[in-house]
């Protein structure tokens, strides 16, 4: 089965200081997918980044890169220069197996709460 | 421009008084989600629809339900809301040849 882990329920950073969010994952499949997902007090969930697991290199989306790491089943986001509107609670989260029909879903990890300091 | 849309934003109901929450699509996409996010935990997939086929996950209580009677729409209702139904409810679509999820703003549900 397929499973997600985040093990920051909370990190504080500085203002414009990178910052690393952990992620570890575990799946017998060796076709999936990751995803990292900021979501603001208001509610909504925000796409920001994706890694699929054949790809050779380390997805970036701006100020957003993953790393990922498949030995270690690790992806974690690193967020350069972080701002005050990067405060927000942030899920990792995995796709199992070949884009099919009926098993196209997606599990999300337990979440990491960011606050920025000005 | 809004691609999904929930409403209501905020729902009130009683404790055993049928609910209904909805999602609509303007993105024409095959597939559409629904969440259940309770405060501080990871959204929890209740089932999805590939268009027309239903995928219900194993853990969802009977007295969850969905109805999808066209592309765009996706309805959720709760037969009998117990005060532990009481959660953010998000809606989310795909379009089944790409891995990306597009989320609605969700509708937040509350049991008296």
């Known amino acids: 089965a397929q499973k997600i882990t985040q093990t920051q329920p909370g990190m504080f950073v500085q203002e414009k200081e990178a910052v690393t969010l952990d992620c570890t994952y575990d799946?017998?499949?060796?076709?999936?997918?990751l995803f990292w997902y900021k979501q603001p007090s208001s509610g909504e969930m925000i796409f920001l980044i994706y890694?699929?697991?054949?790809?050779?290199q380390n997805a970036t989306e701006g100020r957003y890169s993953l790393n990922f790491q498949k030995a270690r089943k690790s992806a974690n986001l690193v967020i350069s220069a972080s701002q005050l509107g990067d405060s927000a609670m942030y899920f990792c989260?995995?796709?199992?197996?070949?884009?099919?029909?009926?098993?196209?879903?997606?599990?999300f990890g337990s979440g990491t709460r960011l606050s920025i300091r000005p | 421009d809004a691609m999904v849309i929930q409403n209501p934003r905020y729902q009130v109901t009683q404790f055993g008084k049928p609910v209904t929450l909805s999602c609509s699509q303007t993105?024409?996409?095959?597939?559409m989600y629904w969440y259940q996010q309770k405060s501080s935990q990871a959204p929890k997939l209740l089932f999805h629809?590939?268009?027309?086929?239903?995928?219900n996950e194993a853990d969802t209580p009977d007295n969850f339900q969905s109805r999808r009677p066209n592309t765009s729409f996706c309805f959720l209702d709760i037969r009998s809301p117990g005060l532990g139904d009481a959660a953010m409810y998000l809606c989310?679509?795909?379009?089944?040849?790409?891995?990306?999820?597009?989320f609605g703003p969700g509708t937040r549900l509350t049991v008296t």
């Open positions: 989310a679509t795909s379009s089944g040849q790409t891995y990306e999820q597009y």
């Open positions: 890694q699929g697991s054949y790809d050779q």
């Open positions: 993105l024409n996409h095959n597939v």
């Open positions: 629809y590939y268009d027309k086929d239903f995928n």
């Open positions: 799946t017998s499949d060796p076709s999936y997918g």
């Open positions: 989260a995995m796709r199992e197996g070949q884009w099919r029909s009926s098993a196209s879903k997606i599990i």
